[in-house]
């Protein structure tokens, strides 16, 4: 579907699940070469190999500064280049009421999202600057924009993407390089899973609020991460794309869709 993207390196963090793992499959699926980097090292590895031939897992924490220089180091060495980059990588907050959050728990998150975001798109944009040309997509969240009590770490940390993402994005703009975002509403992935079974998250209450009337899949996440690497979206660059089956665009006081339940 995009025929620019075949040949391309692909660079996941988190790519061994979730959202993460549904952009390794599409951007497979259109030819590129993917780099799977994931806590997980043997899943990342497994995954790799599922993926087919000439694609890579490799195990790094995005939160350490010597992974992230391990795992930009080894894609490079191996594919000579990185074309893209999708900031998947991350954690649910803890939902503890502010004042029994643990400042740790609240520096862990932020250390693995923001920051994480922060050294792998400066690790690949130093060959990106060079070659003139890449496409970095990081992960917002609707929790980057609407206040969800009690996510302080997470919500902050995706605003922060989401302000980094304009950041980047203009610093780079003549040299080739487009940083963008998604904002996801509520998908269907082991991350969301977990927190439903655990009562954190009430999946009923979010059906009820979302226009859509259903929960996103992880491929709709992936068909728009397609579109902003591709060559189609050569001008869009600083943005955050909400795919949240318009979660974001209700404001009333009444449950969106009533009847999904
Ligand atoms: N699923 C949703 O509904 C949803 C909504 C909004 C935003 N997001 C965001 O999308 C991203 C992916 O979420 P998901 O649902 O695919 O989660 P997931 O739990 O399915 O996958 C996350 C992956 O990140 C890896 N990871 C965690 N910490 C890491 C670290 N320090 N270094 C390297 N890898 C690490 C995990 O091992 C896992 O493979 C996250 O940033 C999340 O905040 C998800």
Same mark, same amino acid.
């Given at each position: &579907?995009? *025929?620019?993207?075949? %040949?391309?390196?692909?660079?996941?963090?988190?790519? /061994?699940?979730? $959202? +993460? @793992? =549904?952009?390794?499959?599409?951007?497979?699926?259109?030819?590129?070469?993917?780099?799977?980097?994931?806590?997980?090292?043997?899943?990342?590895?497994?995954?790799?190999?599922?993926?087919?031939?000439?694609?890579?897992?490799?195990?790094?924490?995005?939160?350490?500064?010597?992974?992230?220089?391990?795992?930009?180091?080894?894609?490079?060495?191996?594919?000579?280049?990185?074309?893209?980059?999708?900031?998947?990588?991350?954690?649910?907050?803890?939902?503890?009421?502010?004042?029994?959050?643990?400042?740790?728990?609240?520096?862990?998150?932020?250390?693995?999202?923001?920051?994480?975001?922060?050294?792998?798109?400066?690790?690949?944009?130093?060959? &990106?600057? *060079?070659?003139?040309? %890449?496409?970095?997509?990081?992960?917002?969240?609707? /929790?980057?924009? $609407? +206040? @969800? =009590?009690?996510?302080?770490?997470?919500?902050?940390?995706?605003?922060?993407?989401?302000?980094?993402?304009?950041?980047?994005?203009?610093?780079?703009?003549?040299?080739?390089?487009?940083?963008?975002?998604?904002?996801?509403?509520?998908?269907?992935?082991?991350?969301?899973?977990?927190?439903?079974?655990?009562?954190?998250?009430?999946?009923?209450?979010?059906?009820?609020?979302?226009?859509?009337?259903?929960?996103?899949?992880?491929?709709?996440?992936?068909?728009?991460?397609?579109?902003?690497?591709?060559?189609?979206?050569?001008?869009?660059?600083?943005?955050?794309?909400?795919?949240?089956?318009?979660?974001?665009?209700?404001?009333?006081?009444?449950?969106?869709?009533?009847?999904?339940?």
């Amino acid at each position: &579907m995009y *025929a620019d993207l075949e %040949g391309k390196v692909v660079l996941i963090t988190g790519g /061994a699940s979730g $959202l +993460g @793992l =549904a952009a390794a499959r599409a951007f497979a699926d259109e030819r590129a070469s993917i780099v799977i980097v994931d806590l997980q090292a043997d899943k990342a590895k497994a995954c790799a190999q599922e993926l087919g031939e000439g694609h890579e897992g490799i195990g790094a924490d995005i939160a350490s500064e010597a992974d992230v220089a391990g795992a930009v180091a080894a894609a490079m060495t191996k594919y000579g280049k990185i074309d893209v980059v999708i900031n998947s990588a991350g954690i649910p907050d803890t939902f503890r009421p502010t004042v029994e959050q643990d400042v740790a728990d609240f520096r862990r998150l932020i250390d693995i999202h923001l920051t994480g975001t922060y050294m792998v798109s400066k690790a690949a944009a130093v060959h &990106m600057l *060079a070659q003139g040309s %890449g496409a970095i997509i990081n992960l917002s969240s609707v /929790a980057g924009v $609407l +206040g @969800l =009590a009690p996510r302080n770490a997470y919500s902050a940390a995706k605003a922060g993407i989401s302000m980094m993402t304009r950041t980047m994005g203009c610093e780079w703009a003549r040299s080739g390089v487009r940083v963008n975002a998604v904002a996801p509403g509520y998908m269907l992935t082991p991350f969301f899973q977990k927190l439903m079974d655990e009562g954190k998250l009430d999946g009923n209450k979010i059906l009820r609020r979302t226009p859509a009337g259903r929960f996103g899949s992880a491929r709709n996440i992936a068909d728009a991460m397609l579109f902003l690497a591709s060559r189609q979206a050569e001008f869009i660059t600083g943005v955050t794309l909400p795919v949240d089956g318009g979660y974001m665009a209700w404001g009333s006081s009444d449950d969106a869709c009533p009847e999904s339940l």
